[in-house]
């Protein structure tokens, strides 16, 4: 039978299930690094408070899954919305390398800061 | 009954004549609760005989009369313009479709996208001595979906469609839960795989213009929602 819509990949539901899980563990991480950057210890927080946290290995790792948790979603988002409005194929790569390439350029900053700082 | 006196602007277009679509406008006295079916009736048959539109049974039913007012997809036949408080009323075709002459658009690829679900009950069990029975229960679950009339208020409004048109949008996906939710129903299995595509369910983003702009109030993207919360469950 002719198919109308276009029968591309079958990965929506893997896809769309980890866009919500990574959703659940960003609201749950982000409400963590709430309390435990600002509301903990009151007042002004200095350089130092935030040195001293990054020195524990949970508190790294917590905040490399935060990382790569947000980078995922982010990135998962706007590819979504380029599979939503770009319909030419050369075009969708191009955007495609474009997107992988700056999602770990950002993940590669961000776990630089990390594991310099902590000294893992 | 108390006149009113109104004006509107309707988009006009004939492909064969024009390059455009333009806005012509109408000033005319109707009743005070005609609806825009009505305006438009005394348009064509008194005003302006060329104006085309679809109508059919004038009792929301046959699903025909969709259009757009005021940025609001909704049933000509049974919308009053009074609904519109005293707004000059800006009537186009449904967004989305190509339009064929002025409120009339093109619906074979809506309709050819139904038809890919499979609208017809799948049997694979002996049929019953009798009738088909159905609980209360199992009736409830589709009670509200198959109320559908199959309008296109709801596909037409959609974003994921206006930006790619294979979607299958949300009158088929509709259609696709009241199969795979009845009980009597065992074509489960081939209609899930055919909804499970990237261009299928998963480019609904969960937006809810699809219920907003629905005359019959069915809550297609819950609907939605409970189709996409089986196909993850099936597939893992
Ligand atoms: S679900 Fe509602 S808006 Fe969509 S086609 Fe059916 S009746 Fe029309």
């Known amino acids: 039978m002719k198919k109308n819509f276009k029968e591309t990949s079958k990965t929506g539901a893997r896809v769309w299930l980890f866009q919500r899980i990574s ?31 990054m020195k524990s ?14 980078v995922y979603h ?22 495609f390398g474009i997107i992988v390439i700056i999602a770990f350029c950002l993940l590669f900053i961000g776990m630089l800061t990390i594991f310099k700082v902590s000294n893992l | 009954m108390a006149k009113q006196k109104i004006k509107l602007k309707i988009l006009r277009y004939t492909p064969e004549k024009q390059k455009k679509p333009y806005w012509s406008t109408y000033q005319l006295e109707v009743d005070q609760d005609s ?14 005989g ?80 009798k009738e088909f029975t159905q ?13 559908c009339i199959l309008c296109g208020a709801c596909t037409s409004s959609c974003p994921s469609l206006w930006s ?19 009980s009597r129903d065992d074509g489960a299995m081939e209609r899930i795989d055919m909804i499970n595509d990237r261009n299928g369910i998963w480019r609904c983003h969960t937006i809810f213009n699809c219920m907003e702009a629905c005359p019959k109030n069915i809550n297609i993207t819950e609907y939605i929602s409970k189709l996409k919360v089986k196909i993850v469950e099936n597939s893992i």
């Open chain 2, 164 to 182: 790619n048109k294979d979607y299958l949008g949300p009158a088929s996906l509709l259609k696709a839960y009241r199969f795979i939710f009845d």
């Open chain 2, 135 to 147: 609980s209360p229960e199992q009736f409830s679950e589709i009670r509200e979906s198959i109320l």
């Open chain 1, 57 to 70: 290995p949970w508190f790294n790792l917590i905040q490399f899954i935060f990382l790569l948790t947000a």
């Open chain 1, 74 to 95: 982010g990135f998962n988002g706007i590819w979504m919305m380029v599979e939503d409005y770009v319909h030419p194929k050369l075009m969708r790569i191009v955007l």
């Open chain 2, 50 to 129: 060329s104006l085309s539109y679809r109508r059919s049974c004038r009792s929301a039913i046959c699903g025909s009369c969709a259009l757009k007012v005021n940025g609001q997809n909704i049933l000509a036949c049974e919308t009053p313009i009074h609904k519109f408080k005293g707004k000059k009323l800006k009537i186009e075709p449904l967004p989305g479709f190509p339009i064929i002459k002025d409120l009339v658009v093109d619906m074979d690829n809506f309709f050819e996208k139904l038809r890919q679900i499979k609208p017809f009950l799948i049997l694979k069990k002996p049929l019953p001595d």
């Open chain 1, 23 to 53: 959703a659940i563990i960003l609201f749950v991480l982000l409400i963590l690094h709430f309390v435990t950057y600002h509301f903990i210890n009151k007042g002004i927080i200095k350089y130092t408070d935030i040195m001293e946290k």
């Open chain 2, 35 to 48: 609806t825009v079916l009505d305006v438009l009736n005394e348009i064509h048959w008194n005003i302006d």
